[in-house]
């Protein structure tokens, strides 16, 4: 299998190659060349352990990896997760289910993809030879997973911009308080989108790329999102058979790309009844959704960190299959939008998705509310998705551990649940190094610390 850029600019590349790059030359993100069709593997699929149904789903795009090798980066990845059933779904009552992303190492849905892409990486240096150098932006998660993904991982280097002051300080400390000599957590002034804008300029130098051999963790890699499309696939084959059709999944989300994976399963003909994208105050893809205007709007800190994103990078791989796999067309628009920072669809089709969104002086109220009805604890990204329509059957994807937002949680329902490995933070020093949000000043630190 082949893979394409969503602006056309270069030619279609092997999966290896396009999880090396992260993001395309032209400054489009990658995606197979068609969508496979996987309706023939669901009965042989439906009863695999979680890292086996990771390694039949991958063997459908990395077709160009042996097949060992992909077994073997696929077990290790998984082993790290606390819970046997790697993803486990919870049965709140009233046709709602929780599917809980929290229990690998850093306690949040990122770990799914990261621990892989850690893997793959490994796998790459290995066969090439070629050190890398891996550049990504976190609003909170992705940061921390992205960090122990790489941990120990000869060959790499980790640089991981983030908006200092603007994510939880657990968050912060999952980051800073390694010790790794090859992990570099950057602090910015600004937000996460100032970061991440940064962070594909310097993608788009390509001679720099090349210099110190550069590569993606962000969701912009193929592979993080591939990675993600399989818990969706194990979530529907544990669902009662006579409800999996009728079943919406409600996502949090700020950067579309966790549910954009659920949304490609079922485009590769997985029979999904929908999905709810639920936003916090940050709600560029809930007016999206309600209007068919994508506008930019100032990002505002919230208690749910993570989706304080007001640019989802991940949209425009959405964009690319609902204007007909036109790249020139998926061109113009983002050419738009970078110009005025809105751009407003003639004539946008939300699909099987729909949306909704909570702001901070709502989540407080949906934890205790949460916690009362069911006696469950959620974080206050996982809240926003009680925020919207509870009809019918739902299954809520929670995407972070409750212990990772404390005083949160604690001034909503007056317990502040804690976790071992976030407790063994708190007395550990914290290294992180200031940089400005440019191209040339995260270049000019990369190449000083360069191996």
């Known amino acids: 299998m082949r893979f394409v850029s969503t602006r056309g600019g270069v030619p279609p590349v092997s999966f290896s190659t396009a999880v090396e790059q992260g993001l395309a030359p032209d400054g489009g993100l990658y995606l197979p060349e068609q969508l496979p069709d996987i309706r023939s593997f669901l009965s042989a699929w439906s009863h695999l352990g979680y890292a086996d149904l990771c390694e039949a789903f991958f063997n459908v795009f990395a077709t160009d990896m042996e097949p060992e090798v992909l077994r073997e980066v696929v077990g290790r990845s998984y082993q790290t997760f606390e819970h046997p059933d790697i993803a486990p779904i919870v049965e709140l009552g009233e046709g709602l289910r929780v599917l809980e992303l929290f229990h690998g190492p850093t306690l949040a849905f990122k770990d799914f993809a990261l621990q892989l892409l850690g893997n793959l990486y490994e796998a ?32 790499v280097q980790t640089f991981i911009l983030y908006p200092d002051g603007r994510i939880s300080p657990l968050q912060e400390r999952q980051m800073t308080c390694t010790g790794a000599a090859d992990v570099f957590p950057l602090a910015i002034q600004g937000s996460f989108d100032d970061a991440q804008t940064a962070l594909k300029t310097v993608f788009e130098d390509r ?11 962000n969701s912009i890699n193929l592979a993080r999102i591939l990675a993600q499309c399989v818990y969706y696939l194990w979530a529907f084959f544990r669902l009662p058979e006579n409800e999996r059709e009728k079943t919406t999944f409600v996502v949090p989300t700020g950067n579309f790309g966790n549910v954009l994976a659920g949304w490609l399963v079922q485009q590769m003909g997985v029979p999904i009844k929908g999905f709810r994208v639920a936003t916090n105050q940050n709600d560029i893809l809930h007016r999206l959704f309600q209007s068919g205007t994508y506008a930019l709007g100032a990002v505002a ?47 946008f089709d939300g699909g099987s998705f729909s949306s909704s969104r909570a702001d901070d002086s709502e989540i407080g109220g949906i934890i205790a509310d949460v916690y009362q009805k069911y006696d469950y604890v959620v974080d206050p990204h996982t809240a926003c998705a009680f925020a919207g329509p509870a009809r019918g059957l739902n299954l809520i994807l929670a995407t972070a551990h409750p212990a ?48």
């Not at 090439?128 to 120990?152: E, F, N």
């Not at 990772?404 to 317990?415: C, D, G, H, L, R």
């Open 124 to 155: 790459q240096i290995a066969r090439t030879g070629r050190p890398i150098s891996v550049l990504g932006a976190t609003s909170g998660d992705t940061g921390a997973a992205a960090i122990h993904g790489l941990l120990g991982k000869e060959g």
């Open 207 to 217: 001679a720099f790329a090349d210099e110190v051999g550069l590569s993606a963790v």
């Open 301 to 347: 800190p919230s208690v749910a960190p993570s989706m304080d994103i007001q640019v989802a990078s991940n949209f425009e791989r959405f964009i690319y299959y609902a204007e007909g796999r036109d790249p020139q067309r998926v061109s113009a628009i983002m050419a738009a939008f970078k110009r005025s920072g809105t751009y407003t669809f003639e004539s």
């Open 404 to 451: 990772k937002f404390p005083e949160t949680i604690a001034s909503a329902i007056s317990v502040e649940p804690t976790h071992p490995s976030l407790e063994e933070l708190k007395v550990k020093q914290v290294i992180k190094h200031p940089v400005e949000p440019t191209p040339e000043a995260i270049k000019a630190l990369m190449r000083a610390k360069k191996l």
